[in-house]
């Protein structure tokens, strides 16, 4: 529930962001351009996500006689979840990750690494799998990508407001505010992508929790998941995966060597945090 109430509540900063900002950097008309723009992009990233994401990974989709483990425990989550079965995929690389994509529960794909399936448990894999329908089940892909648009949109303008400024352009909506209107706009383009990538990553944070949770409740371990997490955490810190940057949120766990990047800046919760709250879970259903 906190979970849900904090990114309802992030999601209102953004959009409050992106008035303020929207007016301060390119009025009205301006506003309106950034945000059609964002949308189109952002519409066609959360339309082919998943299509992307399973490429980019090298992901294959396996057939039940392939992996019948794999299947039948994606089958009995997505059961309890009250989904349709996703798609199920296994990507090469010995180090255990895995993702969830797809635009609606029912174009959905879940896919896990080889090194998942050799590593882990039969009660972390259930675990690991169980977070990622939880994914599914919360609608993450479409938060994310509305989110997405937001700080699209917010990013677009400083830089139509930047370029506007060295080609000695400016506002039409709005030209009387002199140098107070000037040195607003220079901040704007300044302070309001940065704040609204902190707090884009902040509703990932939020949302990897709210994942962690209901997958606790989907496989009724929740020691299970966190014992899968402090795992997953300590392989990939030994060995990163290579993958896009831009797909490194979807997984589970940072796939790729981040431990100079500061918590603000992380698209994932610290799993020591992860794996607080798994404990505090079980305690409580105990």
Same mark, same amino acid.
């Given at each position: 529930?906190?979970?849900t109430?904090?990114?309802?509540?992030?999601m209102?900063?953004l959009?409050?962001?992106?008035?303020?900002?929207?007016? /301060?950097?390119?009025?009205?008309?301006?506003?309106? %351009? =950034?945000?059609?723009?964002a949308? #189109? +992009?952002n $519409?066609?990233?959360?339309?082919?996500?998943d299509?992307?994401?399973?490429?980019?990974?090298?992901?294959?989709?396996?057939?039940?006689?392939e992996?019948?483990?794999?299947?039948?425990?994606?089958?009995?989550?997505?059961?309890?979840?009250?989904?349709?079965?996703p798609?199920?995929?296994?990507?090469?690389?010995e180090?255990p990750?895995?993702?969830?994509t797809?635009?609606?529960?029912?174009?959905?794909?879940?896919?896990?690494?080889?090194?998942?399936?050799?590593?882990?448990?039969?009660?972390?894999?259930?675990g690991?799998?169980?977070h990622?329908?939880?994914?599914?089940?919360?609608?993450?892909?479409?938060?994310?990508s509305?989110? /997405?648009v937001?700080?699209?949109?917010?990013?677009? %303008? =400083?830089?139509?407001?930047?370029? #506007? +400024?060295? $080609?000695?352009?400016g506002?039409?909506?709005?030209?009387?505010?002199?140098?107070?209107s000037?040195?607003?706009?220079?901040?704007?383009?300044?302070?309001?992508p940065?704040?609204?990538?902190?707090i884009?990553?902040?509703?990932?944070?939020?949302?990897e929790y709210?994942?962690?949770?209901?997958?606790?409740r989907?496989?009724?371990?929740?020691?299970?998941?966190?014992?899968?997490?402090q795992?997953?955490?300590?392989?990939?810190?030994q060995?990163p995966?290579?993958v896009?940057p831009?797909?490194?949120?979807?997984?589970?766990?940072?796939?790729?060597?981040?431990?100079?990047?500061?918590?603000l800046?992380?698209?994932?919760?610290?799993? /020591?945090?992860?794996?607080r709250?798994?404990?505090l %879970?079980?305690q409580?259903?105990?």
């Open positions: 529930m906190f979970s109430v904090k990114t309802f509540l992030l209102a900063a959009t409050a962001l992106f008035m303020v900002a929207g007016q /301060a950097m390119g009025g009205q008309h301006g506003m309106a %351009l =950034a945000m059609f723009i949308l #189109a +992009m $519409f066609f990233a959360y339309w082919f996500s299509r992307v994401a399973l490429a980019m990974s090298r992901a294959r989709e396996v057939s039940t006689a992996a019948p483990e794999l299947h039948a425990l994606v089958e009995t989550l997505a059961g309890r979840a009250g989904l349709p079965k798609r199920v995929y296994i990507m090469p690389g180090t990750n895995a993702f969830a797809g635009r609606n529960p029912e174009h959905s794909a879940v896919a896990v690494t080889e090194g998942l399936l050799r590593l882990m448990s039969r009660e972390e894999l259930e690991v799998l169980a990622e329908l939880g994914h599914i089940l919360n609608r993450d892909i479409l938060i994310s509305v989110a /997405a937001m700080a699209g949109a917010i990013s677009y %303008l =400083a830089s139509m407001a930047q370029w #506007a +400024m060295i $080609f000695g352009g506002r039409s909506d709005d030209d009387e505010g002199g140098a107070g000037l040195v607003g706009t220079l901040v704007m383009m300044i302070v309001a940065l704040a609204a990538a902190l884009q990553m902040a509703i990932s944070r939020s949302r709210l994942a962690d949770a209901t997958g606790a989907l496989c009724g371990r929740p020691l299970a998941l966190a014992s899968a997490l795992r997953l955490g300590e392989f990939n810190r060995l995966m290579q896009n831009a797909t490194a949120q979807m997984y589970i766990v940072n796939p790729l060597a981040g431990g100079m990047v500061a918590s800046f992380s698209t994932h919760p610290p799993i /020591a945090e992860r794996i709250r798994l404990n %879970l079980s409580a259903g105990s």
